[in-house]
């Protein structure tokens, strides 16, 4: 330890860079579907003690150049770290290269650097206050969330987040019931950072209260998610899922010459299924597709989901994916259609994707005569409201289209009072990347938030259905056909998060830097006094 530490204090501005970009790149390991989450009681503590030997330094520059170096540092991490884990965006782009071979290589290298500034700006707000003892990875953890919360805010991207790294562990997930999924940043941070930090610590008065700190702070949240995890009692609604993964490549999605073997993919098993005998006649049904499942727009063309409601009972459902049109606006849409062949149901997306389904600043792009890459994203139109379903349903869900599920509290009027969270999805853009995997990793986050399952539903991505306590009831394997019927787990309840949100968390945040902050003061000055008068 010592030996790696005297190599680090006498490492030069350029060479600490690219120990922080070597490191940022080791994090993304962390990440699913790896989830080689010891890689971090490497990674973040040493990128603290990186820091750290650069700030014993700071006298030997001036306050502006200062501060441009700790940026350059955490630049140099956040770089590493999106470089590495989020290269599966721009396999997306091989699609339609013709298209957008110009954006490819801006693509692998921009998008980490913009992502990657919010970290160098972290390393900024280090330099402001930074107590150079144990304190400090409290401090770290404080500002790292705030600073990732303020980056999903304006980026609208809240993927890589370093609390991303500890959804596997059931026990520590159960905490964001309570505090969200932006409290994972902070434990994170702690659980990492603080063995070899701790060690490293010299101030024995320092070491043995964080000590205690830590031991209580593991010791609660652990007891919280065992106490949390022992009410799980599997109960299940009187509603029957199914699950239609129909496993159609993204180059054949749009292609009118498999239209017809397309639409058999989701036809064929849906009446399939529903021809079975069942043993509770009066259960409903609900016969989910993914997103944009069939490349036409349903709600124009009726005679095709008549194909499959006429072979329906009176209490069964299809759910599905489509696109909408209405007057020159173009919508990411969802549908509920009864036995009928009525649509009873309709959601907009609400958030939708920058870059992929509008563009960000078109107005200005277009004054700016830049190419025209108006034409590179679909032009839809965001909706602006939750589900609206005209005759309520045994059990209404909370409908998210795509990305729309990594976002934490987006709850509307009337959503605390449905059953459970609906995520249709179509991650066949991915290939075989991790970027699917990601994706319904971050996903099992909002059940255990919101106290509801979630049923999700992939086109070629992963589909499955999550508990309320982050439980995997039912999972598909990628880029597979998949059909399976399952009943719908219970929800448990309004949890503490989706009654308060955020606040409650960030004055905690408050709180624990005004502490940082007192009790550092209060032993500065306990050594002032204690040093002895000489005349």
């Known amino acids: ?99 957008y071979m110009l954006f490819l290589i801006p693509g692998i290298f921009l998008i980490p650097f913009i992502l990657g500034i919010f970290y160098g700006i972290m390393t900024i707000i280090f330099s402001i ?166 490349a036409t727009l349903i709600d124009e063309n009726p005679l095709l989901t008549y194909e499959v409601t006429k072979n329906f009972s009176k209490n069964d459902y299809l759910m599905l994916g489509s696109l909408r049109r209405e007057d020159e606006n173009v919508f990411n849409s969802f549908f509920i259609i009864d036995y009928n062949n009525i649509i009873i149901g309709k959601y907009d997306k609400n958030i939708l994707v920058p870059f992929g389904e509008y563009i960000p600043f078109d107005n200005l792009f277009k004054k700016i005569n830049f190419f025209n890459i108006s034409s590179l994203a679909g032009n839809f139109t965001p909706g602006s409201k939750s589900i609206e379903i005209l005759n309520t349903l045994k059990n209404n869900p909370i409908v998210y289209i795509c990305y729309e599920i990594v976002f934490s509290n987006k709850i509307q009027d009337g959503d605390r ?28 986050i909002r059940p255990v938030e919101l106290g509801m399952p979630l049923v999700r539903v992939a086109n070629n991505g992963i589909s499955g259905i999550i508990s309320p306590f982050g439980k995997e009831i039912l999972k598909s394997k990628l880029n597979t056909e998949f059909h399976k019927s399952i009943f719908l787990p219970s929800r448990i309840g309004q949890t503490f998060y989706s009654k308060y949100g955020n606040i409650p968390f960030f004055c905690i945040l408050l709180f624990g830097f005004m502490l940082i902050y007192y009790l550092n003061n209060q032993m500065s000055r306990n050594k002032v006094s204690t040093k002895p008068n000489v005349k």
């Open 417 to 444: 009072e449905k059953s459970f969270l609906l995520n249709i999805t179509n991650d066949a853009w991915f290939g075989n990347s991790s970027g699917p995997y990601q994706h319904f990793n971050m996903s099992k």
């Open 1 to 99: 330890m010592q030996v790696i530490q005297k190599n680090i204090s006498g490492l030069s501005f350029n060479k600490r860079c690219l120990f922080n970009l070597f490191l940022g790149s080791l994090t993304a390991l962390s990440f699913a579907p790896l989830n080689f989450i010891f890689i971090l009681f490497i990674t973040i503590p040493f990128y603290i003690l990186n820091f750290d030997f650069f700030f014993l330094k700071k006298s030997l520059y001036s306050r502006k150049k200062f501060l441009i170096y700790s940026f350059l540092l955490g630049l140099s991490f956040g770089y590493g770290l999106f470089l590495t884990s989020l290269y599966w965006i721009n396999i997306s782009l091989l699609y339609d290269i013709e298209k």
């Open 129 to 294: 206050y930074y107590p150079q003892n144990i304190t400090r990875i409290f401090l770290v953890a404080i500002i790292w969330t705030l600073v990732e919360y303020i980056r999903i805010k304006i980026t609208f991207f809240p993927w890589t987040q370093i609390g991303h790294s500890i959804i596997e562990i059931n026990q520590i997930l159960q905490i964001t019931s309570v505090f969200g999924e932006v409290s994972l940043n902070t434990i994170s941070v702690i659980i990492f950072a603080f063995p070899i930090l701790y060690f490293n610590e010299k101030n024995k008065n320092y070491k043995s209260k964080s000590l205690l700190f830590f031991v209580i702070f593991l010791f609660a949240i652990f007891i919280y998610g065992e106490k949390k995890l022992s009410l799980d009692s599997d109960n299940r609604e009187n509603t029957e899922i199914i699950l239609i993964q129909p496993n159609i490549n993204q180059k054949e999605k749009w292609d009118p010459k498999s239209f017809q073997s397309n639409k058999n993919k989701l036809i064929n098993p849906t009446i399939k299924i529903s021809n079975l005998p069942r043993k509770d006649t009066t259960s409903n049904r609900y016969f989910i597709w993914p997103e944009t499942a069939i």
